[in-house]
């Protein structure tokens, strides 16, 4: 998944998420994963989507 792929599942453009530091990313895909999560009533494939951007985007930004 390339970073303009990802920061799109996310609701990022590519330059904020390449702004971001890691903790940031991590902040932002946790308040985007619990609106999507399953249990709480959001989408199964949605949020599996979301997980993998999150991990693409994680090994793709330098550490903060």
Do not use: C, W
């Amino acid at each position: 998944m390339s970073l303009k792929e990802a920061g799109g599942a996310l609701g990022l453009s590519p330059k904020q998420l390449k702004k971001m530091t890691r903790r940031d990313l991590t902040r932002h895909y946790r308040k985007v994963a619990m609106k999507l999560h399953p249990d709480q009533g959001g989408d199964h494939d949605k949020f599996i989507n979301i997980t993998k951007a999150y991990q693409a985007a994680l090994s793709r930004i330098g550490k903060g």
